[in-house]
């Protein structure tokens, strides 16, 4: 195979933490080249140097065979490297092609981009609205109009951080299906996830980075999932075990009841007469297509969009559904949102400030409107130390970590305030192994201390894994619960494509 990019001993620290220790990788045109590594391993850090956003400290790269260096992002673009990172980069308020055009170089933005957009992405089976606002789209067409954007650079080398973490199963398909013909094509692909299924699946050759350096090199092909994980993280994983199984006459916790709303702003979907029920200690998911109404679901049980009435949601025996965020947490609520910045932290604040965000009230930080500090850092600290979030400690800037490690924040942060309910959109989101794992044993824990949580996920693997039933959204309609034990992908495949189980039978 030709080598397209050679990097040789590159390292680049930050303070006294060495992200990337003399990291040697090639990449090669027409191969899909995975590249694992638990949170904080340097992926991230790799990934910058590679598209220009990082310096090394010392190393040397070459391109083609020729010595190169990268001093910006359009110094890689220009040579044919484009990145698609794991955090979305577009503006909800505008047009696909409006999103487009400002992530491209001058002299390609003319006349014709609409034109050009949707023939590319249907030739990739990308199908795209080049018209559509970007805010009406769901997660897994954003992720689309992020790899068109790339595309239409026309590049050589495709790096893609964590593409398939909040995309369903048919999805990830339609995706991996692209990054094959791709690779036909002659292209490079640094393909960056936690999701080893798919890494042996699509994958031709892996490199394992572990404390900045790379400590192994595998064909995915012949290496188990077992395997992998016990490269990444240096041991054997536990298997996240629930220490007493669902009580049938345990008592209801949620009630929701008749539950409809317009599409609004967190979606355009909306919610057509939902009822559910959950009891104390029970594990429920909640499978379906993105954008199905997941999103409206959220912010209804959040309180972000108050219900029409109070008994439209009840929490034992209590009616909240007029109730805002905050005085639901009071009440024994917490919360993990779809996004992580902007929404679950805020960017710009210290990990201790993101901590207080959602405990003030219901861990009582804030007495008569002065804030104890004191209680709000070893609470910060805590979460840091129980979910081993790596960090440079709870001053850092919630913008500074690597998103699992954000994700182990702010996961942790809610389940330590010990709720009687959590909701939890896509709790695993963007961790590695280890992490899933150690996330997986808290869920499960506290359903074993009494709290009800729902999950939200498109990972079904997670879903039939932690829950004790799931039920399917589908055009913003719940269908009736399954308990998990009967269940399996093709009946949930057949609910979230909008056909009733007996069509499946």
């Known amino acids: 195979m030709t080598a397209l990019l050679t990097l040789h001993e590159t390292t680049k620290s930050y303070g006294q933490v ?16 995975a590249l694992l590594g638990e949170n904080g391993a340097g992926k991230s850090t ?8 990082v310096q090394p400290d010392s190393g040397t790269m070459t391109w083609r065979g020729e010595p190169t260096a990268l001093p910006g992002p359009a110094a890689a673009r220009a040579l044919g490297i484009g990145v698609v990172f794991q955090h979305f980069s577009l503006f909800e308020a505008l047009t696909v092609t409006e999103n487009i055009a400002l992530g491209l170089d001058d002299g390609h933005a003319n006349t014709d981009l609409t034109e050009r957009i949707e023939r590319l992405s249907s030739r990739y089976g990308l199908t795209l609205n080049a018209k559509a606002i970007v805010g009406d789209l769901s997660v897994g067409e954003r992720q689309r109009v992020e790899i068109v954007r790339a595309l239409m650079q026309d590049p050589a080398l495709l790096v893609l951080d964590e593409p398939t973490s909040v995309l369903t199963p048919q999805e990830v398909e339609a995706l991996a299906a692209t990054l094959r013909q791709l690779a036909d094509e002659g292209r490079g692909i640094l393909y960056i996830s936690h999701k080893l299924s798919e890494i042996r699946h699509l994958c031709d050759r892996v490199t394992v980075l572990r ?3 790379v400590v192994a090199e595998a064909d995915p092909k012949t290496t188990s999932p077992e395997a992998l994980a016990e490269l990444m993280v240096g041991q054997r994983l536990p298997q996240p075990k629930r220490a007493s199984s669902l009580s049938p006459n345990a008592p209801v916790r949620l009630v929701i009841d008749h539950l409809s709303q317009a599409p609004n702003p967190f979606s355009p979907t909306g919610l057509h007469n939902v009822s559910l029920s ?12 993105a954008g199905n109404g997941q999103n409206a679901l959220l912010a209804a049980l959040s309180g972000e969009v108050l219900a029409g009435s109070a008994g439209t949601i009840i929490l034992d025996q209590q009616p909240i559904g007029h109730i805002h965020p905050q005085g639901r947490r009071t009440r024994g609520l917490a919360y993990v949102p779809p996004e992580r910045l902007g929404t679950g932290a805020v960017p710009e604040l210290d990990l201790t400030d993101n901590a207080l965000l959602s405990t003030y009230r219901r861990l009582a930080f804030a007495v008569r409107g002065l804030l104890q500090p004191g209680k709000v850092a070893h609470f910060a600290s805590n979460v840091v130390e129980r979910f081993d979030v790596r960090s440079a400690g709870i001053s850092a800037r919630a913008s500074s970590l690597s998103g699992g490690n954000l994700q182990k924040f702010i996961v942790g942060r809610e389940i330590l305030q010990t709720p009687k309910l ?14 899933a794992a150690a996330i997986h044993q808290a869920l499960l824990d506290l359903a074993t201390e009494g709290a009800c949580i729902i999950i939200v996920s498109e990972d079904l ?6 829950t004790d039933r799931i039920a399917v959204l589908c055009d913003g309609r719940l269908s009736a619960p399954i308990p998990v034990t009967e269940a399996d992908a093709t009946t949930l495949g057949m609910l979230m494509a909008g056909e009733p189980v007996d069509a499946a039978a």
Do not use: F, Y
């Open 18 to 33: 060495c992200a990337n220790d003399r990291v040697s990788l090639t990449l090669n045109a027409g191969e899909v080249h």
């Open 461 to 466: 693997d997670e879903l039939l894994m932690l």
């Open 46 to 53: 790799l990934v910058k140097t590679i598209c220009g956003l």
């Open 211 to 213: 404390g900045g350096k």
């Open 278 to 289: 959950v009891q104390a200690g029970e594990v429920l998911g909640i499978a379906g297509v």
């Open 422 to 435: 959590l909701v939890a959109a896509h709790p695993t989101w963007g961790v590695d192994a280890g992490a």
